[in-house]
């Protein structure tokens, strides 16, 4: 059975939010017609919510670190809350899985280079299926002693890495329309 994970698509990382990525808007749209199609065929939905006490961003109790509106968990679904950059650590992320029969996630949500990244890897050393939603994901600049990255080639570098080795790396519109091919079969 397939899960989908959407991490820490909060309002931090929109425009006005404490940590504004790049490609929040696309990443948002691609998201939603995932948990779409995830509630119309009644499978898991999991949504993990970055919550800090430190940090500049995701402050517990404020606006910023609540998951987007458009995006807001229905009652048949997870909520996790999550202290660090892995979905499983310190959570019971990987018991619900179990409790469900749950061996292949489907992930998107922010930031590609750190929480997607880590939980990807993570997933892919407890034995589960990944499939990485790449025009789901948004991340952004990062800088390395005097150079800048810009967020696009942080995104494709991070996709790069991962792809066939911890995950499949799919666009929406391809796991779409892999999952109707799927069902019609």
């Not at 048949?76 to 019971?92: C, Q």
């Not at 990255?149 to 799919?170: C, Q």
Request: hydrophobic share 40%; aromatic share 8%.
């Amino acid at each position: 059975m397939k899960a989908l994970l959407i991490i820490d698509i909060q309002n931090d990382y929109f425009p006005g939010g404490a940590n504004p990525l790049e490609g929040t808007e696309e990443a948002l749209a691609n998201a939603k017609k995932l948990l779409v199609w995830f509630r119309k065929n009644n499978k898991p939905v999991i949504h993990l919510q970055h919550t800090s006490k430190t940090s500049s961003f995701f402050k517990e109790g404020t606006k910023g670190a609540e998951i987007h509106g458009e995006l807001k968990p229905i009652d048949r679904e997870v909520h996790l809350i999550k202290h660090y950059p892995s979905a499983f650590r310190e959570t019971n992320l990987k018991q619900i899985l179990e409790d469900a029969g749950i061996k292949q996630l489907v992930i998107c949500g922010m930031m590609t280079h750190m929480c997607i990244d880590t939980t990807v890897r993570a997933a892919k050393d407890l034995d589960y299926e990944v499939e990485l939603i790449h025009d789901a994901c948004a991340t952004k600049d990062l800088k390395w002693k005097e150079s800048i990255i810009p967020g696009a080639n942080v995104h494709m570098a991070y996709l790069a890495a991962l792809n066939g080795t911890f995950a499949r790396i799919l666009s929406t519109e391809e796991f779409c329309r892999e999952e109707l091919l799927r069902q019609a079969q």
